[in-house]
């Protein structure tokens, strides 16, 4: 069955439960490997992974350090080619080289939803002028990359090692090597198509694969990233009797299933995998074990606490880090954010393990038990009181920042006592250095409980709390339960003290999440009252954007700024709370106001979406956590240099003439003169209707309500006095802009009428001294789909290309391209990790009137 088939109704609940259904799928492979993992380590002990870890020679542990920055090298690396390969090489380097860096060391360490890679990258190079659209093939080209890499990689590793491999992992050494030369004969059959970099065509898809020399340089360094990372792990590994290619094999294939289980970070994944394969040879488990616990702190800890850190130092002294400082303050919200996830994450898993007997001697001697107990119960609930503040942090709250700050303090006094932890408190105390430095970026006044979990924040906490469950069971699998534990307080039970602090996490933990679920239903709002309406042309008036006169319909629902003195309007459809046009107002406060709406929907339980933005709101909006996808291009008419002279306007010029043979005569009525012809515009409008075999719109677009016609200008045609065609005419005080909403022709008007028209209002500005005349949005128009594009790109590619039959793409841009026009970008801007079809659906059957309007047309 097709999702296209389904009923409506369906559709939308499949859509409603797509996200929540995809994560419960990763948290149950999470929970299977999990369990596969404490099967496999049934005979292992803690006190021997501590012994092991312990006894790492220091020099294995500079080695893993020194590979672990030629990865990152390697990693960083991949930006660069990545840019030059969009031709996009306008930001400088050290920019590049700290974004890179930070973006990959995030989402390495965390690796979900608001924090990934992407959004770092979003959130810096749209300061450079990068297009979503740029950022978006960016991210295309590393991704792509990096699995062709990955795989090639691992066959060319598998291929000598197939039987040592194959004896370890209980596989065909012959399916091996069979599996690994056909994967090869493909990556190269992929590579010869795109040796010179011209365009590949899979039936309808045209796709621009690297050149020769691009593809090359990649495979280096993807190559050398692989087996960097490998080699952190690889020294850290005690003696497996495996050599070094049959241990990158079986990395490289750890890594990729991480990869593709969705798990953050592939945390339980890629270790299941290493032990499954490692262990039963020379080394033992606990081994294999310590090891792994050392190769994340190294390679996915040390990069993350390096990169906050040099973000702090540069902020605090800048000339001193010859750092571009104003650019890389982008990246305070997103970083302090995954150190506080980090340090949350860490004060939990410490509540489950037993303190060092060295640190619990010491204490029992200097601190009474109630004040170690009350210690190590708060420690395990201030961690995730981190991790529920580290959303916040995301977003910039400086109620976020006032609970991280006194969560952090008190949490390295806990740790002090409740463990003589040095090592925690100190990374405690690089989170609240590192607040404090950034302390500026969070400036947005909001009520941190009032900001709901969105689904990957939610998987994320459910990851943790169920890590340190098992970490619980595994650190005391040798101690029988009773309920006689839960009221032991002595010095030297431990088990008893992680018990009480586990249920203290899953008390809080559920309650938070019950909180985030348990969020009000979308509430279906009225049309805005008539002094909002005013209030709002007021304003707009005032501004350059003709468009935003669309607020004077009153279907629209308008948000104002706190000082009232900026707004921006917005519908609602399904869990879609939809904004139209940029906001509009003062531009100090349209960042805020932006972020003002975020907050909204989520509190209502919806989405927030963006319909037809400017480029100019994108970066607040990326700050905002919504990404931005290519709708089309509007096209706008420099109205000084628009002049019938010349041979670019021969077209428009015979138009004009023709029509004044037909005896079309033109006239703008001003607003005060239309009630004396509103029944002859409604004439015309009802001819239209009708010939179109159409109905009224909405949102986007205006409607034929006598209220709203004679509230600005129109434009009208007539033929010997009597009125055949007719546009309203939407401006400003400004005189920025002038631009057309409603236009009908009664279909006796004569051919070209439509030119004609247009060509009239365009002089007529001029001549009231207009600049610019907006000619409205083509759907579609200039998306890429050639290049290694995100997939909404080539998907818009190709409806534009064959959705002829449906919607006439082509033919408008064509009649627009007849003026000359300067073509901006225009965008759609969807929340989180929302689906921009779900949203433009929602969208569509917002302007069409709901389901029955837009399949009556």
């Known amino acids: 069955m097709k999702f296209s088939s389904l009923a409506p109704a369906t559709r939308s609940l499949l859509a409603r439960l797509a996200e929540p259904l995809a994560f419960a799928a990763a948290l149950g492979v999470f929970g299977l490997v999990v369990f596969a993992l404490y099967r496999l380590t049934g005979e292992v002990r803690y006190d021997d992974v501590v012994a092991s870890l312990v006894a790492t020679p220091v020099s294995d542990l500079l080695l893993a350090v020194f590979f672990t920055g030629l990865s990152y090298a390697a990693l960083v690396a991949y930006d660069f080619n990545a840019l030059a390969y969009i031709h996009r090489n306008k930001v400088p380097p050290v920019t590049v080289a700290m974004t890179a860096f930070s973006a990959y060391a995030v989402s390495n360490s965390v690796g979900f939803g608001p924090l990934s890679g992407g959004a770092i990258r979003y959130r810096v190079y749209t300061k450079f002028g990068l297009s979503p659209e740029d950022i978006a093939r960016i991210v295309a080209f590393v991704t792509f990359s990096f699995g062709i890499g990955l795989a090639t990689v691992t066959a060319l590793a598998v291929l000598p090692v197939a039987n040592h491999l194959g004896s370890a992992m209980g596989l065909d050494p012959l399916a091996l090597r069979t599996g690994a030369v056909v994967a090869l004969i493909l990556i190269a059959a992929l590579a010869w198509l795109g040796h010179r970099g011209k365009p590949l065509k899979l039936g309808k898809l045209t796709l621009t694969l690297p050149d020769t020399a691009t593809a090359a340089r990649q495979f280096l360094v993807t190559a050398l990233d692989i087996a960097a990372s490998a080699s952190v792990l690889y020294v850290l590994m005690p003696h497996t009797g495996l050599g070094w290619p049959s241990f990158l094999a079986i990395y490289a294939a750890a890594i990729g299933l991480g990869v593709l289980s969705h ?70 919200p997103v970083l302090t954010s995954a150190l506080a996830f980090l340090c949350g994450t860490m004060l939990v898993l410490s509540s489950v393990t037993p303190t060092p007997d060295v640190n619990l001697d010491f204490l029992s001697d200097v601190l009474p038990l109630p004040l170690i107990e009350g210690a ?50 100190g990374l405690l105390a690089l989170l609240v250095f590192s607040l404090v430095a950034t302390r ?35 650190v005391y699998r040798d101690v029988e339960y009773s309920h006689d534990l839960w009221w032991q307080f002595e010095f030297s039970e431990e088990a008893p003290r992680s018990l009480r602090a586990a249920l203290g996490l899953a008390i809080f933990g559920t309650a938070a999440g019950l909180f985030a679920l348990l969020r009000p239903v979308v509430h279906h709002m009225a049309p805005e009252e008539a002094h909002g309406v ?19 319909m009153g279907d629209k629902r308008v948000m104002f700024s706190h000082s ?199 002089l007529h500005l001029r001549e009231e001294g207009y600049s610019t005349f907006n000619l409205g949005m083509a759907p579609l128009a200039g998306i890429r789909k ?19 039959r449906f919607y006439n793409f082509k033919g408008l841009r064509a009649f627009k391209q007849k003026f000359n026009p300067h073509w901006q970008p225009r965008y759609l801007a969807v929340s989180g990790g929302g689906n921009p079809l779900i949203a433009l659906m929602d969208v569509t059957l917002l302007i069409g009137g709901g389901i029955k309007g837009v399949v009556g047309k």
Not at 380 to 387: D, E, F, M, P, Y
Not at 393 to 401: C, P, T, V
Not at 685 to 713: M, N, T
Request: one cysteine or more.
């Open 263 to 332: 798990v953050p970070a592939g945390l339980g994944v890629f270790e299941a995998v290493m032990v499954a394969a490692l262990s039963g040879g020379d080394a033992g488990v606990e081994q294999i074990l310590s090891a792994l616990v050392l190769y994340r702190i190294i390679y996915y800890v040390l990069p993350m606490v390096t990169a906050i850190a040099i973000l702090s130092v540069s902020l605090v002294r800048p000339l001193a880090t010859r750092l571009p400082v104003a650019a890389l303050a982008q990246l305070a």
């Open 376 to 425: 190590h119960f708060l420690a395990s609930i201030l961690g995730l009181v981190l991790i529920l503040a580290a959303r916040g942090l995301q977003q910039r709250l400086d109620g976020a920042l006032v609970v991280a700050i006194v969560a952090s303090l008190a949490a390295i006094v806990f740790s002090l006592v409740k463990a003589a932890a040095v090592v925690e408190a």
């Open 440 to 474: 500026h970026r969070f400036d947005r006044r909001a009520s941190l409980i009032n900001q709901p979990l969105s689904p990957p924040w939610l998987f994320a906490m459910l990851v943790v709390l169920a890590g340190a469950c098992t970490i619980l069971f595994f």
């Open 534 to 552: 005013e209030r709002a042309t007021a304003i707009v008036m005032t501004q350059d954007v003709a468009d935003a006169n669309l607020v004077r």
């Open 564 to 762: 009232g003195k900026s707004f921006l309007m917005y519908g609602c459809y399904g869990r879609s709370f939809i904004a139209f046009l940029d906001p509009v107002g003062e531009a100090d406060e349209l960042p805020e106001l932006v972020w003002q709406f975020v907050e909204f929907a989520r509190a209502q339980g919806g989405r927030a979406v963006f319909y037809q933005v400017s480029p100019a709101i994108l970066s607040p909006l990326a700050d905002a956590g919504l990404r931005a996808f290519k709708l089309g291009e509007l096209a706008e008419v420099r109205l000084d240099t628009f002049d019938l002279k010349g041979g670019r306007w021969a077209n428009l010029r015979q138009s004009v003439s023709r029509g004044e043979r037909d005896g079309l005569t033109f006239a703008l009525l001003p607003p005060e003169a239309v009630p004396a012809v509103m029944e002859d515009l409604r004439a015309v409008s009802d001819a239209w209707l009708a010939e179109h075999d159409s109905r009224e719109k909405g949102f986007s677009l205006g409607i034929f309500d006598p209220d709203y016609v004679a509230s600005q200008p129109v434009a009208v045609l007539r033929v010997e006095d009597r009125i055949v065609a007719f546009a309203t005419v939407m401006v400003t005080d400004t005189k920025a802009e002038g631009t057309v909403d409603l236009m009908r022709f009664h279909p006796d008007a004569p051919k070209g009428a439509m030119d004609f028209l247009f060509v009239k209002i365009m």
């Open 786 to 804: 050639r290049e290694a594009a995100p997939v909404w790109d080539r998907l818009g590619g190709a409806v534009y290309d064959l959705g002829e």
